[in-house]
């Protein structure tokens, strides 16, 4: 008999869309698809409508290939627990994740939040396989970091570590959805490079950005005024870059990464971001750490980052 | 013939003194001596007397005790290297101290710097035995840190990682020995706490420090003054704590340690500094970490810690 080719599934779930993939262990995507998330259904129904997509594929190739593991990158899910822990935007409460997607296809199912699977996928197939220290920073509408330590994802005393978006870097500065006060996710996100530009359209409205509705504006407005040289969009980017980079110095003098990988929407801004990121941090590290740190994209192709991750993920808890 | 028990030599260079101790497997020291480092000698001189002084005892136990590595706490020791990187204090430049103690005595040498050695111990014969992440913070004259990930060491890409006395803190602020403004450890440190107190002095000179020659004034003075209700005093290690614990926060959302171990001289005002260490960092911590992280003095005798830490180091580098 064929000895059959092992595969993970690696799925993302966000809370407007979920999307899986059939992963081999070199990072091949052998079948992807998507689906809404309706996260406002029962969990159960949820997990049912995905289950059944999964078993659906896998049994289509189940003469060529086997599943080993499901792996999981979600909003607040937690790896030791293998919890959903009551996620922002989701109404299911704490959910246990891991193991409800494990015993409806029969294998086992390892979960953690999206920002550790895409350090973990960075590690396995994208431009961190050779590194020993590297931090991955998603900038979504919040901002979520995953730690890599002497080749392993820092998850800390009971999962959550690497909780950068929470670090506070103004004191009594903007108030954060978490209830604390000048969070850097507040400033450094897509919900914070707006916050900023509607704090400066207010007192100089004189700017492209000011044509737009202001419920309507998004940063990828921001991103394409700042290239045709609108001033209170390039001043955002540049403010928002300092602050991270300012911080991102912290960071290093924590454990000095090779690299530090920046990921999601607002990173398709490119010079706009980076420069002053760069700048800012370069300006505020000890000599011994100056020059020592890459600061760039991901090596994962955008579109499949989050599933690759997951699968990352599987094939790191579950490859014996 | 009896089988002899293993022991390993740690040292603690300082800028003032090197302790050095013969130190079993279970941390029992067996022996201990110190002498003046005299700092201004060759380093070749240096090592000789203190070479001289280790061999002298270990061939006194030789039926008995077998040596089996040294392991070294030196300002700017590199674990990675061995150099001893032109530390501040010393006139030697940089030296390869780990091989040229080595090629003396004939045994491995491992060298890292102060505080991480300071981890080690408080990993293997201190208060951290079971911990898997935790942090060591050294309050001497300036702020030293030692980060412990998964039961390891954190050293980063080159040995350097841990430095988080040179994280900015203060946007502009004071200036740091190493050339940048609003170090943390130009505000926490027995140098900082002085700092703090000489700028209340100028603006309110009724305070029982005004006694004390400004060139003599030191820590100390500053603790026996807060203890006999001097405000100035009082609000001095007030203010340096809640730096401290608004800064530790940062560090909690980084790795979420189980405990943070404060080190040296200034934490003999024990409540005095340990209390708004306490308070503003959980103030600053997102709800998941509240609650969560200890913050307590070390559970080495203070006089023998940096000997336990650097024996440590070489039971961990050496014991196959």
């Keep these: 008999m064929k000895k059959k080719t092992l595969i993970v599934c690696?799925?993302?779930?966000?809370?407007?869309?979920?999307?899986?993939?059939?992963?081999?262990?070199?990072?091949?995507?052998?079948y992807k698809d998507s689906f809404s998330t309706n996260a406002n259904d029962s969990p159960e129904s949820y997990i049912g409508q995905l289950s059944r997509k999964i078993l659906s594929e896998t049994?289509?190739?189940?003469?060529?290939?086997?599943?080993?593991?499901?792996?999981?990158?979600?909003?607040?899910?937690?790896?030791?627990?293998?919890?959903?822990?009551?996620?922002?935007?989701?109404?299911?409460?704490?959910?246990?994740?891991?193991?409800?997607?494990?015993?409806?296809?029969?294998?086992?199912?390892?979960?953690?939040?999206?920002?550790?699977?895409?350090?973990?996928?960075?590690?396995?197939?994208?431009?961190?396989?050779?590194?020993?220290?590297?931090?991955?920073?998603?900038?979504?509408?919040?901002?979520?970091?995953?730690?890599?330590?002497?080749?392993?994802?820092?998850?800390?005393?009971?999962?959550?570590?690497g909780e950068l978006g929470h670090c506070i870097v103004k004191k009594n500065g903007r108030k954060c959805s978490c209830g604390l006060k000048g969070c850097l996710e507040a400033y450094v996100s897509a919900s914070g490079i707006l916050r900023t530009v509607k704090h400066y359209?207010?007192?100089?409205?004189?700017?492209?950005?000011?044509?737009?509705?202001?419920?309507?504006?998004?940063?990828?407005?921001?991103?394409?005024?700042?290239?045709?040289?609108?001033?209170?969009?390039?001043?955002?980017?540049?403010?928002?870059?300092?602050?991270?980079?300012?911080?991102?110095?912290?960071?290093?003098?924590?454990?000095h990464p090779e690299a530090i990988f920046l990921l999601g929407g607002l990173t398709n801004a490119g010079e706009l971001l980076f420069d002053p990121v760069i700048e800012a941090m370069e300006r505020n590290l000890l000599s011994v750490f100056k020059g020592q740190v890459t600061v760039i994209p991901s090596g994962l192709p955008g579109a499949d980052s989050a599933i690759l991750g997951a699968g990352a993920l599987a094939w790191d808890a579950f490859k014996k």
């Design 10 to 30: 690696g799925i993302d779930i966000g809370g407007t869309n979920t999307v899986f993939g059939l992963i081999d262990l070199k990072g091949n995507i052998l």
């Design 201 to 255: 359209l207010k007192r100089e409205p004189s700017s492209l950005l000011s044509e737009v509705p202001r419920d309507e504006l998004c940063s990828k407005d921001i991103y394409v005024a700042a290239l045709q040289g609108d001033k209170i969009a390039q001043k955002a980017f540049l403010e928002t870059g300092e602050i991270l980079g300012e911080f991102l110095a912290t960071t290093v003098c924590h454990f």
């Design 59 to 161: 049994q289509k190739r189940k003469d060529e290939f086997k599943l080993v593991g499901i792996g999981i990158g979600a909003p607040n899910g937690n790896y030791y627990t293998g919890e959903m822990i009551d996620p922002p935007n989701f109404s299911w409460g704490t959910i246990p994740l891991a193991e409800m997607i494990s015993s409806k296809l029969g294998v086992p199912c390892a979960l953690t939040n999206d920002a550790n699977a895409a350090a973990l996928g960075e590690m396995k197939f994208g431009a961190a396989k050779e590194m020993k220290d590297f931090a991955v920073i998603t900038l979504g509408t919040g901002l979520g970091s995953g730690l890599v330590v002497n080749q392993k994802v820092v998850y800390g005393k009971n999962g959550h570590a």
